[in-house]
């Protein structure tokens, strides 16, 4: 069983930056492959970025690549997500997940966070 907070979300201006984290309790994280996804309103929870247990294999949306970077620290129990150049398309409630399984934390992640919101101004 995996217990999943996030934290560092709030409102910032276009341009700006932001760095969210996910602190991770329970058994076993560094076992485990980590993602960040994102809900805005009226839409699907989309894919942002997963990260597989070592820290080496790293993949990220389309729509975020080049401005955001997932990193993880195993002796912390925690991931985070830096956030750079921020645009007002990324406004949303930004969630974490885990799963054993770099595969599933993609598509079916086993644990979820209750997600932190982020608010992008123009």
């Known amino acids: 069983q995996v217990q999943l907070v996030e934290s560092g979300g709030g409102l910032v201006q276009a341009g700006g930056s932001l760095r969210l984290s996910c602190a991770a309790s329970?058994?076993?994280?560094?076992?485990?492959?980590l993602g960040w996804f994102r809900q805005a309103p009226g839409t699907d929870r989309e894919f942002v970025a997963r990260?597989?247990?070592?820290?080496?294999?790293?993949h990220y949306a389309d729509s975020v690549e080049g401005r955001f970077t997932v990193s993880r620290d195993n002796a912390k129990n925690t991931m985070y997500l830096q956030m750079n150049n921020l645009e007002p398309d990324d406004t949303a409630v930004y969630f974490c997940?885990?799963?054993?399984?770099?595969?599933?934390?993609?598509?079916?992640?086993?644990?979820w966070g209750q997600g932190t919101q982020v608010t992008v101004s123009s």
């Open positions: 997940a885990a799963d054993q399984s770099l595969g599933a934390v993609r598509h079916t992640p086993a644990y």
């Open positions: 329970g058994r076993a994280f560094s076992s485990y492959a």
């Open positions: 990260i597989n247990w070592s820290g080496y294999i790293i």
